[in-house]
Antibody
Framework: EVQLLESGGGLVQPGESLRLSCAGSEFTFSSYAITWVRQAPGKGLEWVSTISGSGDTIYYEDSVKGRFTISRDNSKNTVSLQMNSLRAEDTAIYYC??????????????WGQGTLVTVSP | QAVVTQEPSLTVSPGGTVTLTCGSSSGPVTSGHFPYWFQQKPGQAPRTLIYDTNNRHSWTPARFSGSLLGGKAALTLSGAQPEDEADYYCLLSYSGAGVFGGGTKVTVL
């Protein structure tokens, strides 16, 4: 069974940094894109960032460009999201997710349980 | 970037049928948008119900079905159960990324 486990969430002040991790198991990690999706309290889902299996294709949603950096270490089956210059509006549950289809970068089928990021003074 | 629209809320009677829709500001939704549907209950992660317009995952009850309807993607729930009360999100694929709809809150009442 596909497993995705997020970690690294917490409470930070505006302007500070945080690094999230997503560990995958029970699938060939390097063959699949990983996407970060976030959900602000009481709000809908928002596509944040995607990295392809090889790491050569990367996408960022406009509001995080220049502040967030996604990367992966396929030897450790992990994807990281480095979040700098955090703002109150970045407060959300961050989910990592993967597609069912090899090579797909615009869909997600399997989800982790999420990690909460709170940005507050 | 395109905006994906869904009904904010819908109500269905137990055993009844309800159809949720998912539209795109860029034009008709087609199979090329690879429409997805997700269910999310309070305090839980989203769960994928439908992929690529009309395909159920192994865990998706047969009462959920996906289609294209009048230029939109559609999710039909036939024979609603109390446990189907949840938020439902669609996802459309565009070049570069997916875009989620704003979600539909379905009440079974």
């Amino acid at each position: 069974e596909v497993q995705l486990l997020e970690s690294g969430g917490g409470l930070v002040q505006p302007g500070e940094s945080l690094r999230l991790s997503c560990a995958g198991s029970e699938f060939t990690f390097s063959s699949y894109a990983i996407t970060w999706v976030r959900q602000a309290p009481g709000k809908g889902l928002e596509w944040v960032s995607t990295i392809s299996g090889s790491g050569d294709t990367i996408y960022y949603e406009d509001s995080v460009k220049g502040r967030f950096t996604i990367s992966r270490d396929n030897s450790k089956n992990t994807v990281s999201l480095q979040m700098n210059s955090l703002r109150a509006e970045d407060t959300a549950i961050y989910y990592c997710a993967k597609p069912r289809r090899l090579g797909a970068v615009t869909s997600v089928d399997y989800w982790g349980q999420g990690t909460l990021v709170t940005v507050s003074p | 970037q395109a905006v994906v629209t869904q009904e904010p809320s819908l109500t269905v009677s137990p055993g009844g049928t309800v159809t949720l829709t998912c539209g795109s500001s860029s034009g008709p939704v087609t199979s090329g948008h690879f429409p997805y549907w997700f269910q999310q209950k309070p305090g839980q992660a989203p769960r994928t119900l439908i992929y690529d317009t009309n395909n159920r995952h192994s865990w998706t009850p047969a009462r959920f079905s996906g289609s294209l309807l009048g230029g939109k993607a559609a999710l039909t729930l036939s024979g609603a159960q109390p446990e189907d009360e949840a938020d439902y999100y669609c996802l459309l694929s565009y070049s570069g990324a997916g875009v989620f709809g704003g979600g539909t809150k379905v009440t079974v009442l």
